[in-house]
């Protein structure tokens, strides 16, 4: 067990529909991650917060956001949902917003997302 | 953008069999991780290293950093059915290249997709 959850574990949902996926890290970590995993792209960064603010975008859609809360959880907002947004969603947790190579990050046990 | 590249994308073996996976890149790394991922759930941090040339061994697995940081392999020695998973590397950029905000974000390999057969 790594430390940090990830709810809901499964989400099926039809296209054009919302869905928020919400991440708890580690107790004590300040910085949140997630990243989308699909057969063919493999696990692709989204987006970083630092303690409530966002610090690093990767290949995140306009039609995706995140926020990170006073109490550190987070959670990952995909609208107008499409057939190709059919992945699993991970979250991961870090000690550090940087300062260095040991930048270990903690995953959640993931939310598969099946758009139909 | 920094690239890795992981071989073989597949590898079946037998029980007790010995494997080399690789994790190359054309990109300098300050550091490389190796994460094993079992289906349905999340990559687990196997080991960082850090200084080029390093070895690092947990117990039947030995993980080497290449000289020139660009690249990493992962043997296994004797492997179990226990072994079976996707193996994944990361890699972080070098200190000059972190985002204005002190930022950056690991880069992964597309994984090796490990079974060993009993």
């Known amino acids: 067990d790594s430390g940090v959850t990830q709810t809901p574990k499964h989400l099926i949902t039809a296209t054009g529909q919302r869905v928020t996926l919400r991440c708890s890290p580690r107790?004590?970590?300040?910085?949140v991650y997630w990243y989308q995993q699909s057969l063919d792209q493999g696990l692709q960064f989204l987006i970083q917060?630092?303690?409530?603010?966002?610090?690093a975008k990767g290949n995140i859609l306009e039609r995706f956001s995140a926020q990170q809360f006073p109490d550190l959880h987070s959670e990952l907002n995909l609208s107008s949902l499409e057939l190709g947004d059919s992945a699993l969603y991970f979250c991961a947790s870090s000690a550090r917003v940087s300062g260095g190579p040991y930048n270990e990050q903690f995953f959640g046990p993931g939310t598969r997302l099946t758009v139909l | 953008t920094q690239l890795l590249e992981q071989s073989p994308q597949f590898l079946s073996i037998q029980e007790g069999e010995n494997l080399t996976v690789y994790c190359n890149s054309s990109s300098v790394f300050s550091s490389l991780q190796w994460y094993r991922q079992e289906p349905g759930e999340g990559p687990v941090l196997l080991v960082t290293?850090?200084?080029?040339?390093e070895v690092k061994k947990l117990k039947r697995l030995t993980f080497q950093f290449g000289d020139a940081r660009k690249d990493s392999s992962l043997h296994i020695t004797a492997a179990q059915p226990g072994d079976t998973g996707l193996y994944l590397c990361a890699g972080t950029p070098p200190i000059i290249e972190y985002s204005g905000a002190g930022s950056y974000q690991l880069t992964f390999g597309k994984g090796t997709k490990l079974s060993v057969i009993p």
């Open positions: 290293v850090v200084t080029g040339g």
């Open positions: 917060y630092y303690n409530g603010e966002e610090r």
């Open positions: 107790s004590g970590d300040l910085s």
